[in-house]
Structure formats: structure tokens, C-alpha cells
């Protein structure tokens, strides 16, 4: 089922298209490197608030709302230039080791992000201005700047392991 | 001539003790490669975020004075690290760099960007408050700045791409 669809990605167009030009890859290529630098660097700096590390003076909330702008339109181009890349050679990547433990670490932090926004962060009125904040935000900053670490480690890894 | 000096140098560096570790061992490029571009990272979301407050994108009901405060002495914490695992990679791989175009081309631009931050902080770190609008100079240049710290990232991935001299 899901080999049926790896398959099917890489007949697709665009898959043909980005194989047919060869200098079409290293650009995309450059623009999803460009997008994860500032998803990870502006997810870092709002970890490293939560951390009690860096901004210690400004309110959380405040960090977050002056940054978070960047992170997601940052996001979306690295998702949209990632499934591009992608399907160029999608069997190959799907049974590659570290774009599996890459997407599985993106999965994780996806939910960390989501626990901390619906459970955590409803209580940031009491924290807010807090230099240090309660343990279950330092924690939740610190499992997120790991698994940030751990998708950019393993997205350079991707491209040691196989020939594509 | 310079071609020539830099591939004789280039030819000594890869048979010394530390480039032929560096060979051997398979994860120290993979690695260091990964401090760098997490250092990037950093450098990068610093930047852009200075950057478009300047141009009035992002951020603007923050103060310019804050915001390059908190982030621009990210750039200068964290460009060591990049020169010495940069330094790394070219120790392990001498060829690939030092002759490559690309290579040249950023770190020229990584010249010219880092003055440019250098020449923009002071003014940044006294701007005034969040309504005013950055003046002119100032929004060219972090419009620059945006430019050329891109183009070090391109540049940075495309050494893979392009053959050397």
C-alpha cells in the first residue's frame, strides 16, 4: 500500500520534472536549507526563552508573537521545497534510515508543540514574566530545541547514506 | 598563480595527520557539518528577524532597539564556531573547498556581510522606538544584508554542486 504510493509520487510530473533538471534539485535543494535554517533558529529562540537562557527580561508571550511569523511562513516553504525533493526519488527516500528518524523526530516535536500550546501555555499569565519558567515549560523548550538538533543532524545525514 | 599556491597548499594540508583522521574517520564530516549548519541556524533567524523589523515585515510593535539587542549578539557569539568547524571541513576535504568558486564566492560574501552587520549594529542597537520608521540607509542595508546572507547559504550548499578548478 504505502510502497504503491511511493511509487506513484515518483511517476508523478513534478518528480519527472526535478529528474529531468538536473540543476533544478541543488536549487530547491538550497531554498529547503534556507527554510530550516530560520524554522530551527527562530524555534530555538523561543526554546531557549522557555529555557530561562535567553530574552530573560522580555515576556514569553512576547517573544513568541514577535518571532512566530517567521517560523511558520519558514515552515511551509521547507515542507513544500522537503516533499519536492522528495518525490524526486521517492522509494529511495522512504527506505532511507535517517529521513525515517527525520520524519519520525518531526512527528514528535509536532506533538510536544501541540501539548505545550493546549495544556502547558494556558497557564503562561502566571509565568510570563517570569525569568525562569515552571519546570513542565523548561522541559517542554527542551525537548523541542533536541528534536530540532535531531532533524537538522539527520537531514544531513540523508544524503550520506545512499547514493541519492 | 593563485590557483597554483592554493592547490599546492591544499595538496600539503590533505597529507597532513589531521586531514587523513579526518578522512578516515566517516563521522566527522557528517558532524561538523551538522554544528555548522545548527550554528547557521542561529545566525540566520538572527538576522532575518533584525532584518525584516527593519523593513517593517515582522516584529513591528517591537522595538528595533530590542529586538538587535536580543539577537544580533547571536551573529558574533557563534561565528567562531563557524570558522573553526568551517576550518574542519576544509582540513578533511581541501580540495572540495578551497579551489571551488563557490567557496570563493562565499566567503566573499561572508566578508562583506559580516562588516555590513558590524557597520549596521551600532545604529541598529540606538534606533528609535517601535512607531518610527528606519531610516532610509538602514533599510537598504538590512535589504542588503538579507541578500548577501542568503546567498552564503546557497553558495554554502551549491560547493556539493560545482567542480573545482
Known amino acids: 500500500m504505502l510502497e504503491t504510493f511511493f511509487q506513484w509520487l515518483h511517476d508523478t510530473g513534478l518528480a519527472e520534472t526535478v529528474r529531468a533538471n538536473p540543476l533544478m534539485f541543488p536549487w530547491v535543494e538550497s531554498v529547503h536549507v534556507l527554510a530550516i535554517t530560520l524554522v ?9 526563552r522557555l529555557l530561562g537562557v535567553a530574552s530573560r527580561s522580555q515576556p514569553v508571550t512576547r517573544v513568541i508573537h514577535d518571532i512566530l511569523p517567521l517560523t511558520w511562513i519558514s515552515f511551509t516553504v521547507a515542507v513544500l521545497t522537503g ?20 520524519m519520525l ?39 523541542s530545541l533536541l528534536l530540532w538538533i535531531g532533524v537538522v543532524v539527520f537531514g544531513r545525514w540523508i544524503g550520506f547514506v545512499s547514493g541519492v | 598563480m593563485m590557483v597554483e599556491t592554493l592547490r599546492h597548499f591544499g595538496e600539503w594540508l590533505s597529507g597532513t595527520p589531521l586531514s587523513t ?54 551573529i558574533w557569539y557563534l561565528l567562531p564556531v563557524l570558522l573553526a568547524s568551517g576550518a574542519i571541513l576544509i582540513i578533511g576535504e581541501p580540495g572540495r573547498s578551497l579551489l571551488n568558486p563557490v567557496f570563493g564566492a562565499k566567503m566573499l560574501m561572508l566578508v562583506v556581510a559580516a562588516l555590513l552587520t558590524l557597520a549596521l549594529g ?19 542595508g538590512a535589504m542588503l544584508s538579507l541578500l ?18
Open chain 1, 83 to 102: 516533499m519536492t525533493l522528495f518525490t524526486s526519488s521517492a522509494v529511495d527516500y522512504a527506505h532511507n534510515g535517517p529521513m525515517q528518524m527525520k
Open chain 2, 122 to 140: 551600532r545604529p541598529l542597537r540606538h534606533a528609535a522606538d517601535a512607531s518610527a520608521r528606519p531610516r532610509m540607509y538602514l533599510q537598504a
Open chain 1, 105 to 143: 523526530l518531526l512527528v514528535i516535536a509536532g506533538i510536544n508543540m501541540l501539548v505545550f500550546h493546549l495544556v502547558t501555555y494556558r497557564s503562561v499569565g502566571a509565568w510570563d514574566d517570569a525569568p525562569r519558567a515552571p519546570l513542565p515549560v523548561r522541559v517542554a523548550g527542551a525537548t
Open chain 1, 40 to 48: 530551527v533558529g527562530s524555534i530555538a529562540a523561543v526554546d531557549l
Open chain 2, 21 to 74: 583522521t579526518i578522512q578516515n574517520v566517516p563521522w566527522i564530516i557528517p558532524a561538523t557539518q551538522s554544528i555548522h549548519i545548527l550554528c547557521v541556524a542561529f545566525v540566520m533567524a538572527a538576522v532575518f528577524v533584525v532584518d525584516l523589523r527593519v523593513l517593517g515585515v515582522l516584529a513591528r510593535t517591537q522595538s528595533l532597539e530590542t529586538l538587535s539587542h536580543r539577537y544580533l549578539p547571536w
Open chain 2, 148 to 165: 548577501l546572507w542568503t546567498g552564503i547559504v546557497f553558495a554554502g550548499r551549491w560547493i556539493a554542486y560545482v567542480a573545482s578548478f
